[in-house]
């Protein structure tokens, strides 16, 4: 039997791409997948909060995991978030992820209501005893109002072995808290956009979970923190961290912000969903200056 797969490193995950009538651009959403090989990543992942998953139906949650997949081609880890309402729909998800070939699972919590973490704990069980691949618990209060504690995520864990991983959107302080609270007995990824990238590491994070605007950049800086070289890594999370503070204000902001960041480094032309955060022409200068600092992308992984 093989071992189950434990991520780590720098992993991207995609953003929606749309094209101008609104619909999910496939071209573009292979294309992207391609800037993240060439970027070096660990793994790329898809249908989290930088997907807008909220804002795709099912029947397109199902057409992103072709397409990534597809476009993936096993060439690194696929992790697919899963999201979903009720646990049938979120085991239904599962299953098509299995079916095109996901390395690992990333679960939502329901978007309805807001509950005791008990009630969370059952709810992530159910999905997590039907799946056959490891998964990871999206734990991001702070973004999406709800979500467990450091205790209650230790508990989750002890009763379903098949939940490996956490993936975490907060700071160090309460990353620290939960990789204290499991004793080290799973890996913590984190999120938030690359915010405090290089302490994330030194407090044991296992890898980072970015979207794709600066990930080139965070895969650097993660191999030199994990080669020893402090000083440099800090040295290169400095330049970067006027780029993720402007996009992070808000998962809105990384939307229409950093995505157009990404789409200025790649010669990609944005078009939104509505509902969505319309950029200003203020917003649209700071893009193209963050966006000439950070450079292009690289053309191959070497």
């Keep these: ?3 189950p797969y434990v991520p780590f490193g720098i992993h991207a995950i995609a953003f929606a791409l749309f094209d101008a009538n609104e619909k999910i651009d496939s071209h573009a ?3 992207q997948v391609a800037i993240m090989h060439n970027s070096g990543v660990d793994g790329v992942c898809c249908l989290g909060l930088a ?3 909220s804002k795709l139906t099912e ?8 397409i990534v997949a597809e476009a993936n081609a096993d060439v690194v880890p696929l992790g697919i978030t899963i999201y979903g309402n009720s646990a049938a729909e979120q085991q239904a998800q599962v299953r098509h ?3 095109v070939g996901a390395t690992w ?3 939502q919590p329901p978007m309805v209501g807001t509950f005791a973490g008990d009630e969370y704990i059952r709810f992530f069980g159910r999905v997590a005893d039907t799946a056959k691949i490891p998964i990871a618990i999206q734990n991001a209060p702070a973004y999406m109002g709800r979500g467990l504690t450091a205790t209650e995520i230790r508990d989750l864990v002890t009763q379903h072995p098949n939940i490996r991983a956490i993936k975490g959107e907060g700071s160090v302080v309460d990353i620290k808290a939960v990789i204290a609270a499991t004793e080290g007995a799973l890996p913590v990824l984190n999120g938030r956009g690359g915010l405090e990238l290089t302490d994330n590491a030194r407090i044991g994070c296992a890898g980072m979970i970015l979207a794709p605007d600066i990930v080139d950049h965070a895969v650097a800086i993660w191999r030199n923190m994990r080669e020893g070289d402090e000083v440099a890594a800090d040295s290169q999370y400095a330049r970067i961290l ?3 503070t402007f996009a992070m204000q808000s998962i809105e902001s990384l939307l229409c912000y950093g995505k157009r960041i990404f789409a200025a480094r790649a010669g990609f032309e944005i078009f939104d969903r509505s509902p969505a955060l319309r950029p200003t022409p203020t917003g649209l200068e700071l893009v193209a200056r963050h966006a000439d600092a950070l450079g292009p992308y690289p053309t191959s992984s070497n």
Excluded: F, G, H, K
């Excluded at 029947?59 to 072709?66: G, K, L, P």
């Design 1 to 3: 039997m093989s071992t």
């Design 29 to 31: 959403m292979r294309r």
């Design 51 to 53: 997907t807008e998953v």
């Design 59 to 66: 029947t397109e949650r199902r057409s992103v995991m072709d």
């Design 97 to 99: 992820a299995e079916s």
């Design 105 to 107: 699972l990333i679960l």
């Design 242 to 244: 006027p780029s993720i």
